[in-house]
């Protein structure tokens, strides 16, 4: 028998013998069947000395044994089993325990929990994002200090992408824009007898404001959801675990290249743009408002500097810079799933547009502090 058991007053011996394994799993489970079903307020003793071999089933046999023993009241003391099949005891010991689900007790202010759960993400965001300007900053020294790491390929690549290729899209929006300003600023201030200024008000809002914000977020939306895609896309197929495992930084291999591009290619472009920008405000003033192209020109050379012209243009690299950032971040963040990318991709473009006009907030505040 593969159990034999004892009654001595209080207690019950159960001394365990020969093989405890699945091909034993009829006989075992009837006998514990049968234990298990006398009442278990006494004491038990298992001995496991008689033990000539026992699996998996066999130690979750036992470990079943002793569990509904104690969860009847009832003390069980398991002895002499040999140190061979200590492992695997113990193992089961561990995955079959029971593990205390703490009680989850409603917080005192539940309406400032998400609040601060808002917060945290916040704080935890702008350590990702510390962390990855510092990867690319060390990985742009590397470049300079031995310019031969530097993947001018993909530099180029990238720079015909987020560049070159981008350049219709954004001259005809622009100057569509800058096209739908001035009719409007025509048809207000003709109110008042003032259709001149709204040149100025073409010429100022596209050079300081409006030309590099919808610059960015076109390239926000275009450029920097397709770093996060493809970045997402060479995480689930672990190219990018592959490139650390050659000794490769994808810091300097993947992300440098992406950045620098945008950061080259986004004054280049908020220049187009706006000089689209004012073209079509200046066909507008000239169909809409009949105002000659010469006294448009003239009117804009009044209305703006350098000065204007200089604001909008130092904002676009910080901006590039933010976009490149946070597109990397999301794209290294994309888990094993396509819904993780598609929601990694949603919320680059997102956070990049947020970057965006928060740091366009703070050139304004800013640069109107410097009296610029």
Known sequence: MPLTATIENDRINIAADGAWTAAQAPVLEREVETLLAAPNSRALTIDLRGLSEIDT??????????????????????????????????????????????????????????LGRAVIAALAYMRDFANMFGAVFAAFLRVLVNPRRMRFTSLVAQL??????????????????????????????????AESYAVDLVGILVLREIGVLLVAIMVAGRSGSSYTAELGSMKMREEIDALRTMGLDPAEVLILPRVLALVIALPILTFLGSMAALYGGGLVAWAY??????????????????????????????MALAIGIVAAIEGLAVKGSAESLGAQTTTSVVKSIFLVILLDGFFAIFFASMGM
């Open 57 to 114: 089933f066999g130690a979750c046999l036992i470990e079943q044994l002793t569990q509904k023993w104690r969860a009847g009241g009832g003390a069980v003391d398991v002895s002499g089993l040999a140190p061979r099949f200590g492992n695997l005891m113990a193992e089961v010991d561990r995955v079959t325990r029971r593990v205390e689900v703490p009680i989850k007790r409603p917080a005192p202010f539940p309406v400032l929990e998400p």
């Open 289 to 318: 408002g009949g105002m000659s192209p010469q006294i448009f020109i003239a009117r804009l050379r009044d209305a703006i500097s350098v000065t204007h012209f200089e604001v909008g243009m130092d904002k676009a690299p910080f």
């Open 160 to 193: 015909d992408r987020v560049g070159l290729r981008a350049v219709p899209i954004i001259v005809l929006i622009t100057f569509l824009i800058g096209g739908i300003i001035e009719q409007q600023g025509i048809f207000h201030f003709r109110k008042f007898g």
